[in-house]
């Protein structure tokens, strides 16, 4: 048995004993035998890094699937080795998690910093077990302790993710040790002359020297024996990394005035035992009073527990920090979320997606618990609940989307010209349909074309603000002939279903617009404006025309009189309900006008005042919304749209119906000689000027001939 294997065998056993060794050293030989051949860039076999990040991993004590995964984690992806051959010999988690990592390794840092926290944000939500996170971790620090292979433009580039991303992911899960060390690597990597003085600095100065930590341990340890308890004292010093932020940003002018640089911890067996160690430390040393926590008693709220204080005396010159804990509060503290979530999976099997849920608790406890930079994690899980997707480009830049987004919001979000020159798009190597619904970590390629330019209906499926807004602001700014053409076009359809004669050269029915007798020059600029859709072709022609089929009267204005509802007046609509026999309450005697809800019974339903008093105790599920039918503020038109023969025809219509809110009730279609297609829709209307509106909107549809209500 190789030697990198019994090693693992034997830590694994150290925390689970009941673990799938058979599994596992299947896993190994699996893994070693997939990267036989390849080479890191040090030189050394490619099997030497999983090794080493599954070493790694197993500090955070995971489960049999994860130690697998971490074993396996590059083989999709550097070998030719197929994930259903994974799937078959290992499982299916151990076949998603491989797949998941995979995901991961194409989320990379680009060097722009606003993308730093939405690249946080993209690797906890792509993960969709925490566990991959773990694993992704345990890589990245065996990647970072070997990154002086690497090509130094590269390394600079990797340290800069590693202490922007990866860093705070790993504080943020309580993985305090990870954090540490990987900031340390990072730090070395990019600042190499800051980090030697540091660490030069430190052995100059009192804490740094020799036996210094030494004997302060051991004289903490009499002190305690002395008082009859037995507590295992270890000391550490802070990593360079915190060291030199706390000197780059000014809080301390040398190394010396840090005095929290080392910590002492006392770990004691019993929660009884950490107040006595307290008194007995307090007894020989002066606590500093501001400094003193008890998280035993009120414990963070990631779970963290522990006694804190800060005392004078134990080191000559400086104030000390002691924490003091017992082992199982220590075992929570150094392993944080793995603790909390891949542990106590040990002991039952969890569904990934009961894991996820658990970890996104996990990350909101974990939120109150910090004060600084609490942003991330409020942003973090307010994203997942309120689904936010993330979205790559074939380089691995991240955007953040809402759901639902299409690869037109995409486009336009990656650059504006990258959207308006926009003809088509690729899912995960895959040609898609702009309209497509994106999904969390897809790789989106946009396809562009130089002379290409945007379509209106974009605007119809485009879910962005920002899109949308790209999109109007194009044909807003459209060349002024464009615009013209355009203006023409519509009035020329107007015209021409009414049976009117076309404009003729110098436009001039325009000129008695609003009776101003407009020049030449003010016809075109109307006719601009109409085609930019700032002014409605229907309101020129009817005022030129003075059409009696357009005019609104003003006895009209209201809109529940002109339209003529398909209900009686004193009808009642209710929810989810046809045909019932209804009466009215005596109690109340609601009214048209009356907020109202309907009581069924098997008799039929009462209709009450929302509010009256009878009501009250009824049961919320005997109760209906309902509506008297005159007080229903929109209604149903029939309207008929006359258009060629095309494909998209039908999508193009029902996409410009539904960019101006309108539901469509019914559809039928009907094909006339010409190779015409009339399009019978019903729809629902708040008022004449809605539906005008629309008629205009799809007379400006290419194809569509005519647009008219019925
Ligand atoms: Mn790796």
Redesign the pocket.
């Known amino acids: 048995m190789d030697a990198a294997l019994k090693k693992i065998i034997e830590q694994v056993k150290s925390f689970a004993p009941a673990a799938d060794f058979a599994k596992i050293e299947a896993a190994y030989d699996f893994a070693k035998k997939a990267h036989a051949g390849q080479k890191r860039f040090s030189g050394e076999p490619y099997f030497v890094?999983?090794v080493a990040?599954t070493l790694n991993l197993l500090t955070l004590h995971p489960d049999d699937d994860t130690i697998i995964a971490c074993l396996l984690?590059?083989v999709i992806e550097d070998t030719e080795t197929d994930l259903a051959a994974i799937e078959e010999k290992f499982g299916s988690t151990v076949a998603s998690l491989c797949l998941d990592m995979e995901k991961l390794g194409t989320v990379r840092y680009q060097g722009q910093e606003r993308q730093i926290e939405n690249l946080r944000k993209m690797f906890v939500a792509m993960a969709r077990d925490i566990r991959v996170i773990f694993i992704k971790l345990a890589?990245r620090l065996h990647?970072m302790e070997t990154i002086e292979h690497v090509r130094p433009d590269k390394q600079k580039r990797i340290a800069k993710e590693t202490l922007e991303v990866y860093a705070p992911i790993a504080a943020r899960l309580g993985l305090f040790e990870f954090k540490a060390r990987l900031e340390d690597l990072a730090f070395k990597t990019l600042h190499p002359e800051e980090f030697a003085k540091i660490q030069k600095s430190l052995a100059g100065s009192a804490i740094g020297r020799k036996n210094f930590i030494e004997t302060t341990k051991k004289k903490l340890q009499t002190i305690l024996a002395e008082a009859g308890i037995t507590a295992e004292v270890t000391g550490r010093t802070k990593h360079l990394y915190s060291i030199w932020r706390k000197l780059e940003l000014k809080h301390y002018a040398s190394i010396d005035e840090i005095y929290d640089l080392f910590a002492l911890r006392v770990i004691v067996d019993s929660t009884e035992k950490c107040y006595a160690a307290l008194g007995t430390i307090h007894n020989h040393f002066t606590p500093l009073s501001n400094r003193f926590k008890d998280f035993i008693a009120v414990p963070k709220p990631n779970g963290y527990q522990s006694l804190h204080t800060t005392v004078i005396g134990l080191n000559r010159d400086s104030p000390t920090e002691i924490q003091i804990r017992t082992h199982a509060m220590h075992e929570q503290a150094e392993r944080g979320a793995a603790a909390h979530f891949v542990y106590s999976e040990r002991k039952q099997s969890v569904t990934a997606e009961e894991s996820k849920l658990k970890w996104i608790r996990g990350l909101v406890e974990l939120h109150e618990s910090m004060q600084d930079n609490s942003e991330f994690i409020s942003s973090l899980s307010n994203d997942i609940f309120e689904d936010r997707i993330f979205v790559l480009t074939p380089r691995g830049d991240v955007f953040d989307l809402p759901a639902g987004a299409t690869p037109i919001d995409f486009a336009y979000v990656v650059h504006t010209e990258i959207g308006h020159h926009c003809i088509g798009a690729k899912i995960n190597g895959k040609i898609a349909k702009l309209d497509a619904e994106l999904k969390n970590g897809e790789v989106v390629e946009i396809i562009t074309r130089k002379d290409a330019k945007p379509n209106r209906f974009w605007l119809s499926f485009a879910k962005t603000t920002s899109a949308k807004s790209k999109i109007r602001a194009y044909f807003a700014s459209l060349g002024r002939n464009e615009n013209v053409a355009l203006g023409k076009d519509l009035i020329n359809k107007k015209l021409a279903r009414l049976g009117k004669a076309q404009l003729d050269a110098d436009f001039s029915i325009l000129k008695n617009y609003k009776k101003q007798n407009l020049s030449k020059r003010d016809r075109e600029a109307l006719l601009e404006r109409i085609g930019n859709g700032s002014v409605s072709s229907s309101a020129v022609v009817k005022d030129l025309l003075e059409l009696d089929e357009f005019a609104v009267k003003k006895s009209q204005k209201k809109p529940v009189a002109s339209l003529q509802a398909e209900h009686k007046k004193d009808e009642i609509l209710i929810e989810g309900v046809n045909g019932i026999a209804t009466k009215l309450a005596k109690c109340c005697t609601p009214k048209p006008g009356d907020e109202i809800v309907a009581v069924m019974s098997r008799a039929g339903a009462t209709i009450h005042r929302r509010d009256c008093k009878q009501i009250v105790r009824t049961a919320d599920e005997r109760k209906l919304r309902a509506q008297f039918a005159s007080d229903v503020k929109s209604h149903l038109v029939k309207i008929e749209v006359t258009a060629k023969n095309r494909v998209g025809m039908l999508h193009d219509i029902a996409g410009a119906i539904a960019e101006m809110q309108v539901n469509i009730a019914d559809l039928s279609l009907k094909t006339s000689d010409k190779h015409e297609i009339i399009h019978e829709l019903t729809i629902e209307v708040e008022d004449l000027e809605q539906l005008e509106k629309l008629l205009g909107q799809l007379e400006r549809i290419s194809g569509i001939t005519r647009a008219v209500r019925i």
């Open positions: 890094h999983p990040a984690h590059d890589d990647n």
